[in-house]
T-cell receptor
Framework: ETGVTQSPTHLIKTRGQQVTLRCSSQSGHNTVSWYQQALGQGPQFIFQYYREEENGRGNFPPRFSGLQFPNYSSELNVNALELDDSALYLC????????????FGSGTRLTVV | GENVEQHPSTLSVQEGDSAVIKCTYSDSASNYFPWYKQELGKGPQLIIDIRSNVGEKKDQRIAVTLNKTAKHFSLHITETQPEDSAVYFCAARVGGGADGLTFGKGTHLIIQP
């Protein structure tokens, strides 16, 4: 059973650019959620995807968007990058919509300069 | 929305002693309370969780207690070992899960040899 895998592991972007982060969910999991973790803080919920639809969203602006594909993998897109977007972006998967036991990946470290 | 407070921010204990981390939550509709361990450079790893219809749960050296009336829950680690050193996060989830997890700010647990 493979866990949650994320790519790339590290990324450096310039302010104003756009970025796409990718996530493969754990085998058997059909729900994917994304979190932003600033240095020294707990993860903050960005949004969740179930059956290729966004079904929950945290307090993040529309320039944060996502996709879920038929194989349950997912992308997080961030437009018009700001310096404060620098963080660790975590993907988590679970086996049911709104279920228990979220499994996290190791994250993508995004640095905006 | 939900707010989770976690204390202490840093906890240093002697190897073999017990460690206790406490969290409070604000939304009485929260029904799921997981605890995660995060090591340097890795994503959060689920170590134990509890649902709102249960007061206590134990898994070997780790236990979690939940007091719904007071809206607080605690993580207890007994017979601490060096490999327990990490950052621990509590989290709470409201309702069916589309709102995602709300995390505390984390506790840096240091096990002194």
């Amino acid at each position: 059973e493979t866990g949650v895998t994320q790519s790339p592991t590290h990324l450096i972007k310039t302010r104003g650019q756009q970025v796409t982060l990718r996530c493969s969910s754990q085998s058997g999991h059909n729900t994917v959620s994304w979190y932003q973790q600033a240095l020294g803080q707990g993860p903050q919920f960005i949004f969740q995807y179930y059956r290729e639809e966004e079904n929950g969203r945290g307090n993040f602006p529309p320039r944060f968007s996502g996709l879920q594909f038929p194989n349950y993998s997912s992308e997080l897109n961030v437009n018009a990058l700001e310096l404060d977007d620098s963080a660790l972006y975590l993907c988590a998967s679970s086996s049911q919509q709104g279920s228990y036991g979220y499994t996290f990946g190791s994250g993508t470290r995004l640095t905006v300069v | 929305g939900e707010n989770v407070e976690q204390h202490p921010s840093t906890l240093s204990v002697q190897e073999g002693d017990s460690a206790v981390i406490k969290c409070t939550y604000s939304d009485s509709a929260s029904n799921y309370f997981p605890w995660y361990k995060q090591e340097l450079g890795k994503g959060p790893q689920l170590i134990i969780d509890i649902r709102s219809n249960v007061g206590e749960k134990k898994d070997q050296r780790i236990a979690v207690t939940l007091n719904k009336t007071a809206k607080h829950f605690s993580l207890h680690i007994t017979e601490t070992q060096p490999e327990d050193s990490a950052v621990y996060f509590c989290a709470a989830r409201v309702g069916g899960g589309a709102d995602g997890l709300t995390f505390g700010k984390g506790t840096h647990l240091i096990i002194q040899p």
